[in-house]
């Protein structure tokens, strides 16, 4: 075809189009309500699928019993889920199939929990089985055997991953004396389990007096309510004593601790220092300086020892927020002849962070990838289950999730320096070094005193 007959085509776009403008979040009818014993009952009406998700938080976790018993949270639910005094494991899992509903147990640090969900005109059922778990769980012996010997098997391939000890190390460095610095039991004190232990926990710290119940979905809060009140009142339980903990260390300087793999050709880095909880007044000003600095696909740490460097492929910053107390980590795994070049940059970029303000592109871009990534957290169910047990549990303001993206949109550059400032403890951050001894050793003592450690935790001289 000649040019003359050839018909004009349009224009390419030269420029990236504007973002339209942010959507405003829906949020769901909520009702909350404390019965007379003590629980606390959160329901958020969201009738999009008709489908219902409900979790029940007890405010007992691993952190509880660290000291006497690493790990015993977690194993106790395990097993919570495995018989009650009317159903057995199998009754218990023939009950889920035939209204074609999800179970799961969980415990962290500071929390343990049930939680179901299914279609909405199972709701009774569904917490129903939560109530019996909740209340009537008999940790059978043979499941409680084989959770045992599960447990011990995933222990022992843990301490094979450079990320676990990495992390068992920080936790230990930072906080000390306290709970939290115990994330994992030794394979021993796995074999020393019994379950005795398990039924004191589950006595101890399953009871409504500090228990929280979520319920998000297809429902009328009026009618959900009157199930709750129904199945759970006649529950009664004492509220478990508060347990007071030694406050965590306040480092001075830098510290290097190595764990020593032999033979591994990457290292594991991990940089960390005490920072802040959820309810200080900083918290929305230090998530955007993360995000900035290291907490997002294009933050600074990443165009750096990832764009530039080609050190590794996801450096990540976090906060990490417990309920007590919290903390600032950089992560990094990278070949071994650049760990110490790894680790400038990491302070490089903290610095700069401390030094000198954000740009205003960099400031922008940051706020409105947190109000997106909130946004998506809030889309399903889980989602939103996930966030009201963050307000409820923290016990933060009840306008916390309706006014975040309004609090981050008004932050300023300024707002960024003075976080960064406070809460990346650059001059006193502690450093953990997961990798051959032989091949970084020399490399780790660039920036401070060394102590060694084998997978075990056993002290290496």
């Keep these: 075809m000649s040019s003359s007959t050839q018909q004009a085509q349009p224009a390419r776009a030269t420029s990236v189009p504007a973002l339209a403008a942010e959507r405003p979040v829906v949020w769901p009818k909520r009702t909350v309500r404390t019965l007379a014993n003590g629980l606390q009952v959160v329901l958020a009406e969201s009738r999009a699928f008709p489908k219902i998700t409900a979790h029940l938080y007890f405010r007992g976790g691993n952190a509880a019993v660290a000291l006497q018993n690493p790990g015993l949270a977690e194993m106790t639910s395990a097993v919570v889920r495995t018989g ?55 940790f059978p012996q043979e499941e409680f055997d084989r959770e045992q010997r599960q447990r011990y098997e995933e222990l022992k391939i843990e301490r094979t991953t450079p990320g676990f000890l990495a992390g068992e190390r920080l936790r230990r460095v ?91 050709v ?10 802040l909880t959820r309810r200080d007044p900083d918290w929305y000003r230090t998530v955007l300086a993360n995000s900035i600095y290291g907490g997002a696909f294009h933050s600074r740490l990443v165009m750096n020892i990832r764009e530039q460097k080609g050190y590794t492929y996801s450096p990540r910053s976090s906060l990490n927020a417990l309920r007590e107390h919290g903390y600032f980590s950089v992560s990094a795994a990278v070949r071994n002849d650049v760990a110490a070049a790894t680790l400038t940059e990491i302070f490089y970029e903290m610095d700069r962070m401390r030094s000198l303000p954000v740009s205003a592109e960099e400031l922008e871009s940051a706020r409105n990838y947190l109000a997106g990534v909130f946004s998506l957290g809030v889309a399903t169910q889980d989602g939103l289950v996930g966030q009201l047990s963050v307000v409820y549990l923290d016990r933060l303001p009840e306008d916390y999730l309706e006014t975040y993206r309004q609090r981050i949109s008004a932050l300023s550059a300024e707002d960024v320096l003075v976080a960064a400032r406070r809460h990346f403890d650059s001059a006193n951050a502690q450093i953990v070094m997961v990798g051959d001894r032989a091949q970084v050793g020399e490399q780790a003592a660039l920036f401070g005193e060394v102590t060694a450690f084998d997978a075990q935790g056993n002290l290496i001289r």
């Design 266 to 275: 990457q290292t594991q880095v991990l940089v960390g220092n005490l920072a």
């Design 84 to 138: 009650t005094a009317s159903r057995t494991s199998r009754q218990i899992e023939e009950d889920l199939r035939r209204i074609g509903a999800g179970l799961g147990t969980h415990a962290g640090a500071d929390s343990s929990s049930i939680s179901a969900a299914g279609l909405a005109e199972f709701s009774a059922e569904l917490l129903e089985l939560i109530a019996d778990l909740a209340r009537n769980a008999t």
């Design 174 to 264: 930072l906080f000390g004396a306290h709970p939290y610095a115990i994330v994992a039991p030794t394979l021993e004190q796995v074999e020393a389990y019994t379950r005795d232990q398990l039924v004191e926990f589950y006595k101890r710290y399953y009871t409504p007096a500090d228990a929280l119940l979520i319920v998000v979905g297809d429902f009328s809060a009026a009618t959900m309510l009157e199930q709750v009140e129904k199945i759970f009142s006649g529950w009664s339980a004492p509220k478990p004593e508060a347990q007071k903990s030694a406050g965590p260390p306040r480092a001075t300087g830098r510290r290097i601790y190595l764990v020593d793999r032999p033979g591994t």
